[in-house]
């Protein structure tokens, strides 16, 4: 019987936030500088209420600078994959349900929400592999 415990791959897991620093950093700056045409894009019109969108692009340039100490300093900042796993499967979720009912209303789905679905879905499971569970506080 192997009683090696949780495994915390530190290298991986400083590759993962090193990733994320660029790209979510980016992502979010683009979602709240630009947030009607960012959406837009990708097949939603925001109207007259672009605010949850730029809302929701602080939170991913959140996820951005947060990664920046991820990269640096994994074990201490690890927590930060629990929310990304946590928030991105949530998101799913949400995005196949809502996909799902509105397609059976015989209502239009921008091919954006399953891009995005699809995406969000990798993530989270990339960072659920990454996540150190079963890991107690000594």
């Known amino acids: ?11 991986k897991v400083r590759k993962a936030f090193r990733v994320s620093v660029p790209s979510a950093l ?3 700056a683009v979602m709240m500088i630009w947030p009607s045409a960012f959406w837009r894009l990708l097949g939603m019109d925001l109207g007259a209420a672009p605010y949850p969108a730029i809302l929701y692009g602080s ?3 959140g996820v951005g600078l947060a990664s920046i100490a991820g990269a ?3 074990r201490s900042h690890v927590g930060l994959l629990l929310l990304l796993v946590c928030y991105k ?8 349900t809502h996909g799902v009912l509105t397609l059976m209303a015989d209502q239009p789905v921008p091919l954006a929400v399953w891009v995005i ?4 879905l990798h993530q989270a499971v990339s960072n659920a592999r990454l996540y150190p569970w ?3 506080d000594q």
């Open 59 to 61: 939170v991913i340039f």
């Open 72 to 74: 640096r300093a994994p």
């Open 134 to 136: 079963g890991i107690k």
């Open 117 to 120: 679905a699809a995406l969000w």
């Open 26 to 28: 980016l992502l979010g």
């Open 1 to 11: 019987m192997n009683n090696a415990g949780p495994v915390f791959d530190e290298a």
């Open 89 to 96: 499967s949530v998101a799913v979720i949400a995005l196949l």
